[in-house]
């Protein structure tokens, strides 16, 4: 296959497409890694398998999630139990409706059999990456599977890495490991910015999302600062 410049030809990639994705991965590649290591160490601490980690990491695949999740993992699963954790981990992936629907254009002429599969390995860094290489004229599809190729890759080996680990690791918090979430996707904000009128849209969501945290406590500050952040985001839509 070959690339082209022209959408309405159809989705077409190439092997320098795929290469391409993969150099534009690459910088990525430490936050990544650290932050698998997180989560297999995370895994491991709370007394996940190795195998039950490994099955998460794979078929689940969407690490601050499966972070909060683990933390607040109960020790009985009651059913008011399981449906607050999945209030909790259908917040936070909810980002993802909206990231896969903007590379509709883009993938959506794929068939069916080829494009689900691969919205499994769509995650914010490759998003970001295929949504730079789309504004500046870029086609080849071939750049978005390079990069969640190698990114998926990363985050697997990082994970079984940080289980294998994870269990000489007594206390996170004492190397840092508690704050590679927070530090990972503020750093995946700043290709994101589009002034400081969208940005009031984050302001408001941190400042309820501490304020939440501060009076109540628990994971609830997730689901405030998400709420508010998108109201806010909406409103300033509305009047543009």
Same mark, same amino acid.
């Given at each position: 296959?070959?690339?082209?410049?022209? !959408?309405? #030809?159809?989705?077409?990639?190439?092997?320098?497409?795929?290469?391409? +994705?993969?150099?534009?991965?690459?910088?990525?590649?430490?936050?990544?890694?650290?932050?698998?290591?997180?989560?297999?160490?995370?895994?491991?601490?709370?007394?996940?398998?190795?195998? =039950?980690?490994?099955?998460?990491?794979?078929?689940?695949?969407? +690490?601050?999630?499966?972070?909060? /999740?683990?933390?607040?993992?109960?020790?009985?699963?009651?059913?008011?139990?399981?449906?607050? #954790?999945?209030?909790?981990?259908?917040?936070?992936?909810?980002?993802? #409706?909206? $990231?896969?629907?903007?590379?509709?254009?883009?993938?959506?002429?794929?068939? *069916?059999?080829? $494009?689900?599969?691969? #919205?499994?390995? /769509?995650? =914010?860094?490759?998003?970001?990456?295929?949504?730079?290489?789309?504004?500046?004229?870029?086609? =080849? $599809?071939?750049?978005?599977?390079?990069?969640?190729?190698?990114?998926?890759?990363?985050?697997?080996?990082?994970?079984?890495?940080?289980?294998?680990?994870?269990?000489?690791?007594? !206390? *996170?918090?004492?190397?840092?490991? !508690?704050?590679?979430?927070? &530090?990972?996707?503020?750093?995946?904000?700043?290709?994101?910015?589009?002034? *400081?009128?969208?940005?009031?849209?984050?302001?408001?969501?941190?400042?309820?999302?501490?304020? &939440?945290?501060?009076?109540?406590?628990?994971?609830?500050? $997730?689901?405030?600062?998400?709420?508010?952040?998108?109201?806010?985001? +909406?409103?300033? !839509? =509305? &009047?543009?």
């Amino acid at each position: 296959m070959t690339t082209s410049s022209n !959408d309405s #030809l159809g989705p077409r990639g190439s092997l320098a497409g795929f290469i391409l +994705g993969v150099r534009y991965a690459l910088p990525v590649l430490p936050g990544m890694i650290v932050f698998g290591l997180a989560t297999g160490a995370t895994a491991a601490r709370k007394s996940f398998s190795f195998l =039950d980690s490994l099955l998460m990491n794979l078929f689940v695949y969407a +690490g601050m999630s499966q972070l909060v /999740a683990m933390e607040v993992w109960p020790e009985r699963l009651t059913t008011a139990a399981l449906g607050a #954790l999945a209030l909790l981990c259908a917040t936070i992936n909810a980002r993802m #409706l909206l $990231i896969t629907a903007s590379l509709q254009p883009w993938l959506g002429g794929l068939s *069916p059999w080829k $494009i689900y599969p691969a #919205l499994h390995f /769509a995650v =914010d860094p490759g998003w970001i990456i295929s949504m730079r290489y789309r504004a500046e004229g870029g086609s =080849d $599809i071939g750049v978005f599977f390079g990069s969640a190729a190698v990114l998926a890759l990363a985050w697997m080996s990082a994970a079984v890495a940080g289980h294998a680990l994870g269990a000489l690791i007594s !206390d *996170p918090r004492r190397y840092g490991i !508690d704050l590679v979430m927070p &530090v990972f996707f503020a750093a995946m904000l700043i290709p994101l910015w589009r002034g *400081p009128r969208r940005g009031l849209a984050w302001l408001i969501a941190g400042a309820v999302a501490l304020a &939440v945290q501060y009076a109540f406590g628990g994971w609830w500050f $997730i689901v405030a600062g998400a709420v508010a952040g998108s109201v806010v985001g +909406g409103l300033l !839509d =509305d &009047v543009e």
